[in-house]
């Protein structure tokens, strides 16, 4: 099935560590995204890629990094400069960025700070 | 900079009463109008979508206008259900940016 793989579920992290979130995608889209989601606060956007070993900054791109070295997988890095890391983390890809195509999602990877 | 302002929630609703849920945007351009819906525990799934003024997009019994002269697509529904308790996401894009979302609204149906 195509769709759009986050992993893990579940992520628990120590203060001062960097983590990196996994998404992967098999739809063959070029446009890939992490947001972030915090209660009562909708999504924001930390990064996005328009195409392969291209990214650009979202509106809340301090304290995390990402790679786009092939088309199926856009890793997000949450650095220990992230001031407030614990929040449920959204990778979406669609076939190009805006021009009202689709976004897709995975499920979400709930990072906590312990 | 573009934005998206929905309604605060949670909305709470009896079986089969009517719903809106309203949304309003602001864009530095012509933008593209989507309804987004999150389950608990799971990402976003795309309910409807429009893409010029005047279109309806529909999709599970919702519906929503792209209304430019109040800049404004609010989401309806005649008659929701339990299983349509989720939150709801307006959001925008513009060009060849990527999605802007509004703050989403908790929907609670009732039976």
């Known amino acids: 099935d195509g769709g759009i793989t986050q992993s893990p579920k579940y992520l628990f992290r120590k203060e001062g560590q960097n983590v990196t979130l996994s998404c992967e995608q098999n739809?063959?889209?070029?446009?890939m995204y992490w947001y972030r989601q915090d209660p009562g606060q909708g999504l924001r956007l930390i990064y996005y890629?328009?195409?392969?070993?291209?990214?650009q900054k979202g509106d809340i791109a301090e304290g995390y990094s990402v790679s786009r070295e092939k088309k199926e997988s856009f890793p997000l890095t949450v650095t220990s400069a992230q001031k407030n890391p614990t929040a449920f983390y959204l990778c979406a890809s669609s076939i190009i960025v805006g021009e009202g195509t689709e976004a897709f999602f995975g499920q979400g990877t709930r990072l906590t700070v312990v | 900079g573009d934005s998206v302002t929905q309604m605060e929630g949670p909305v709470t609703l009896s079986e089969e009463a009517f719903l809106t849920i309203n949304c309003t945007y602001t864009?530095?351009?012509?933008?593209?109008l989507f309804w987004y819906v999150q389950y608990p525990g799971e990402g976003l799934q795309l309910l409807l979508k429009a893409t010029k003024a005047d279109d309806k997009g529909s999709n599970k019994g919702f519906e929503a206008t792209y209304r430019k002269e109040t800049t404004s697509f609010h989401l309806e529904k005649g008659s929701v259900q339990v299983s349509d308790s989720a939150v709801y996401f307006c959001a925008l894009s513009v060009l060849r940016r990527a999605l802007t979302f509004g703050s989403g609204t908790r929907l609670q149906v009732q039976p």
């Open positions: 890629s328009q195409i392969v070993n291209d990214f």
């Open positions: 739809l063959n889209h070029d446009a």
């Open positions: 864009a530095t351009g012509y933008p593209s």
